[in-house]
Structures are given as C-alpha cells and as structure tokens.
T-cell receptor, first 109, second 114 residues
Framework: KNEVEQSPQNLTAQEGEFITINCSYS?????LHWLQQHPGGGIVSLFM???GKKKHGRLIATINIQEKHSSLHITASHPRDSAVYIC???????????FGTGTSLTVIP | DVKVTQSSRYLVKRTGEKVFLECVQD?????MFWYRQDPGLGLRLIYF???????EKGDIPEGYSVSREKKERFSLILESASTNQTSMYLC?????????????FGEGSRLTVL
C-alpha cells in the first residue's frame, strides 16, 4: 500500500525559529511535491523534487531517495509562513498523486 | 499568470439536488484532477483526466461523475447530492503525460449539502 506520512501534524514556533517538516513515503517515486495551503483553501506549489535539494528564498526542500524521506525547512520563520504544508508524491508507476495529511504551522510574533 | 479557476467558492445545496462544479485551466495542461479535502483525511482523488473525453476513477469515485469535452474544462457532477458529500472540492492540473510538471490548484469550492 502506498503511504505518505508527515510529521509533525501540528507545529507552533516563535518568529525567527528554524522549522523542519518531514515526509516519509513507502514506494519508489518519480517526484515529490511540497505544497502550501493558507486558510481559505487555495493551494500553491512550493517545490517539485526528484533528487537532492532545492532552495527558494527562506524555504529549502531536500529529498533522500534511498531512505524515502523528504524534509521542508523554513529559515527565519515569519507569521506569514503560518499555513498547512502538504507533501505529495508521484510513484514510479501510475499517474496518480498521493498526499500526506498535512502539517499545520503557526508562527507566533 | 497561470490559472486554475473553479466556478463557485461556496455552494449550499439540498439532499437530492444535482450539483455541477466546473474547473477551467488556461495552461493547455493535459492532466486535470478533482479532489475532495476533509479534516484529518487529506486530499483524496475522485477522478482524473489525462486527455479530452478520457477519465479515470480515483480512490473515491462513488456518487460522482465527470466530464471533459474540452481540454481546458473539467466538470465534476454530483447526480444526487447527499450530506456526506459536504466537503471542500479542489481542482488541479498538471503538464505532461506522466504528470512531470508542477501541480496547479484552484481556490476550492466549499460545498454544504443540507
């Protein structure tokens, strides 16, 4: 069974803290996506990874294919980073994405 | 700016009514998806389409149907709405035969069935 697990489920941080959100999956993948959902519904894509590491501003995403694990890091967190972060993986076979249940992040000023 | 547009942000319907949710993308993407999102369950795939007039069932297709007559438009139909279909519905699209591109989402349609 294809499973995607995120941790932690909920996270509260002080402004300026370094944050890590983890995503583990059970099958070989073609790609892994990190998504951000703000209150109100809209989801935006942050990263798409198939290997290594990507950086965009204060956000860094890494993936270890052998260990079937990815992390999303936020440096110098800010209250506007408060959102739900979702990882989604595309397995090697098939063309359906599988999603984690999300990590709800609250950054306190 | 690329866009996925869903027809309604909020709908309230009565049990047994027919419901249409429309999704339009302006990126010439092959792949389009309908998901529902419920607290604690994450995003679950209802149906997806990888070409005009093509559709495949996702994990929870029961009680839903879809239509894709034009490449840019993917419609979700609830033939007879029930209270357990109260949810947030999200449309998404992506490029490439194997979904090799970025995922783009609409703003979501929050449906309440009374």
């Amino acid at each position: 069974k294809n499973e995607v697990e995120q941790s932690p489920q909920n996270l509260t941080a002080q402004e300026g803290e370094f944050i890590t959100i983890n995503c583990s999956y059970s099958v070989g993948i073609s790609a892994l996506h990190w998504l951000q959902q703000h209150p109100g519904g809209g989801i935006v894509s942050l990263f798409m990874l198939s290997s290594g590491k990507k950086k965009h501003g204060r956000l860094i995403a890494t993936i270890n294919i052998q260990e079937k694990h990815s992390s999303l890091h936020i440096t110098a967190s800010h209250p506007r980073d408060s959102a739900v972060y979702i990882c989604a993986q595309l397995p090697n076979t098939g063309n359906q994405f599988y999603f984690g249940t999300g990590t709800s992040l609250t950054v306190i000023p | 700016d690329v866009k996925v547009t869903q027809s309604s942000r909020y709908l309230v319907k009565r049990t047994g009514e027919k419901v249409f949710l429309e999704c339009v993308q302006d990126m010439d993407h092959e792949n389009m998806f309908w998901y529902r999102q419920d607290p604690g369950l994450g995003l679950r795939l209802i149906y997806f389409s990888y070409d005009v007039k093509m559709k495949e069932k996702g994990d929870i297709p029961e009680g839903y149907s879809v239509s894709r007559e034009k490449k840019e438009r993917f419609s979700l139909i609830l033939e007879s709405a029930s209270t357990n279909q109260t949810s947030m519905y999200l449309c998404a699209s992506s490029f490439g035969r194997r979904n090799t591109g970025e995922l783009f989402f609409g703003e979501g349609s929050r449906l309440t069935v009374l």
